[in-house]
Structures are given as structure tokens and as C-alpha cells.
């Protein structure tokens, strides 16, 4: 493995810059920083669902591989021209969505964020995940991201969203449905 960081300060950044994995030094508020950033805060979102309570071992394993992933995500984003997440990637997330979502019962409704702690914890997770897409796709819009990368992101924020719906029955909680306002 390469250079581990032993100093964590290095007073590079206090002019507004920051160095991408290539050593290129770019504006803190890039498009890129802005793409990779958000995968960061992503993958610590899905730390604090992980954190939250016991899990079913099936969740904590996938998660767990989730953040390995949203880890190589963000090294792929952070070195442009660099690829990490495959197609493969992207299937396994399919395939773990699929076996979450088999067991729940179809919506009828959209449902309203919460269910338990850790349900609660993925619906934030899902909303950053998906803040985490549309910076990538900001960042496509102007430079080269690989479509795996962006195809995961959106596969995760539904696996996101299923995995609360199993949390939320694990909890005993409820979901709650969203009802109309009416005038």
C-alpha cells in the first residue's frame, strides 16, 4: 500500500484548494470535491445506520460491503480518468434489492421517513445518497464520470430505501403514510 497519512494537518488547503488523488490541486468547492464530498457524507451516513442498533446480519453485511463500495467511489471521483465500480458493483446491488424487497409488502402510498431509529437513519442515508447522485451527474455534465459510478448511486438510494421498509419492520415500527393536505 502506499503513503499513509501520519501528519493529518498539512496547511496545503488553507488557500481554498484541496489535491485530488493525482496530485492535481483544485478549488474545495469543484464540481469534483463537490461529487466526491457527498459520496463521503454518504458513506457516513450509512456508518450511523450501522452504528444506530443491532441489525439483521443480512443488512449489516451489505452495508458494510456498501461502504467498502461508496470508499472506492469516492477514490474513482477523487482520480479523474480512474474506474472502481463495475457493473458488477451495480448488479450485486440489484441482486440485494431485490431479496430485501421480496419480503415487504407493495406500496401503496408513499411512506414518510422514520419507522425506528435505524429506519430512520437509512431514509437520511437515501437522501444523501441521492444528494451524492446529483453532484456526480453535475460533475458528468462537465467532465468524464463513468456510468457505473452514476448507475450505483441511484441502484443504492433504492436499496437505501428498501433496506429502511426492512429496518422499520425490525424495529416493530410502522410506516407511516403520506396523506394529502386538503385545502
Not at 67 to 95: A, K, W, Y
Not at 132 to 142: F, G, H, M
Request: contains cysteine; glycine residues 10%.
Amino acid at each position: 500500500m502506499g503513503h499513509r497519512l501520519s501528519k493529518i494537518y498539512t496547511r496545503t488547503g488553507d488557500d481554498g484548494s484541496t489535491g485530488l488523488g493525482d496530485g492535481a490541486r483544485v478549488s474545495k468547492d469543484s464540481l469534483r470535491v463537490e461529487a466526491f464530498g457527498t459520496v463521503d457524507e454518504t458513506n457516513s451516513a450509512v456508518g450511523v445506520v450501522l452504528a444506530v442498533a443491532a441489525l439483521p446480519a443480512p443488512v449489516r453485511r451489505c452495508l458494510t460491503d456498501v461502504q467498502h463500495d461508496l470508499f472506492d467511489l469516492g477514490g474513482e471521483l477523487c482520480i479523474p480518468g480512474h474506474r472502481m465500480i463495475t457493473p458488477g458493483h451495480v448488479q450485486r446491488l440489484e441482486v440485494e434489492l431485490d431479496g430485501f424487497n421480496e419480503a415487504l409488502p407493495p406500496l401503496k402510498e408513499f411512506i414518510l421517513p422514520g419507522g425506528g431509529p435505524a429506519a430512520a437513519a437509512c431514509h437520511i442515508a437515501r437522501a444523501v445518497c441521492r444528494r451524492a447522485e446529483r453532484r456526480c451527474w453535475s460533475l458528468a455534465r462537465v467532465e468524464e464520470v463513468a456510468p457505473d459510478a452514476l448507475k450505483y448511486l441511484n441502484r443504492l438510494s433504492d436499496l437505501l430505501f428498501v433496506v429502511a421498509r426492512v429496518l422499520a419492520r425490525h424495529e416493530q415500527g410502522s410506516e407511516v403514510t403520506w396523506r394529502r393536505t386538503k385545502d
